[in-house]
C-alpha cells in the first residue's frame, strides 16, 4: 500500500509543455501517484537543471501544496576541506544506544514484576484477612 512515507510510482505521467519561468525557457512535466500529485519545470537545453517544483499531498487533510524555486546554480563551487568537514559542538554527548535499550528493557521488566509482586502480596493480605476494604485491595 501506497503512503507519504513509502514512495510509489507514478501511476500517470504527462509532458506539459514548454514554459517560461522568470525569463528561462523551460519543459513542464505532471505525475500523478496515489498519495501526491507534482509537477517539474526543468532548464530547457544544455543544463536541464531543476527550476521548480510543486508537489500536493492527497493523503494528508488540510495540507497546502508545497512549491519550491530553484535558481542560481553553482555547478562548479569552491570549497574548501573545513567548510564540509564536520565539527563536532562542545555541548553534544554521545548516546549508548545499546544502554538504553537495555535500561528501559529494565524498567519494563521491574515495572510489570512490581505490578505482579504487589498483586500477589494483596492476595496473601486477603488469604490472611488482613485487608479489609475492596478498595485497598484493588489498588485504589
Known amino acids: 500500500m501506497c503512503s507519504v512515507a513509502k514512495r510509489c510510482s507514478p501511476t500517470a505521467s504527462i509532458g506539459v509543455g514548454p514554459s517560461i519561468l522568470s525569463g528561462v525557457p523551460a519543459d513542464h512535466f505532471a505525475y500523478v501517484e496515489p498519495v501526491i500529485d507534482w509537477e517539474i519545470w526543468i532548464e530547457s537545453g ?20 508545497f512549491l519550491v524555486e530553484f535558481s542560481d546554480w553553482n555547478l562548479n563551487p569552491k570549497l574548501s576541506l573545513d ?7 562542545a555541548i553534544s554527548r554521545q548516546i549508548e544506544f545499546g544502554a538504553y535499550r537495555a535500561e528501559k528493557n529494565q524498567i519494563k521488566w521491574m515495572s510489570m514484576n512490581s505490578t505482579r509482586i504487589m498483586n500477589r502480596l494483596t492476595m496473601l493480605l486477603v ?6 476494604s475492596e478498595s485497598f485491595a484493588a489498588g485504589a
Open 83 to 89: 567548510s564540509i568537514k564536520f565539527k563536532i559542538p
Open 46 to 65: 544544455n543544463n536541464a537543471l531543476p527550476l521548480r517544483l510543486a508537489m500536493t499531498y492527497k493523503q494528508v487533510p488540510n495540507f497546502l501544496p
Open 127 to 132: 488469604s490472611f484477612g488482613l485487608v479489609m
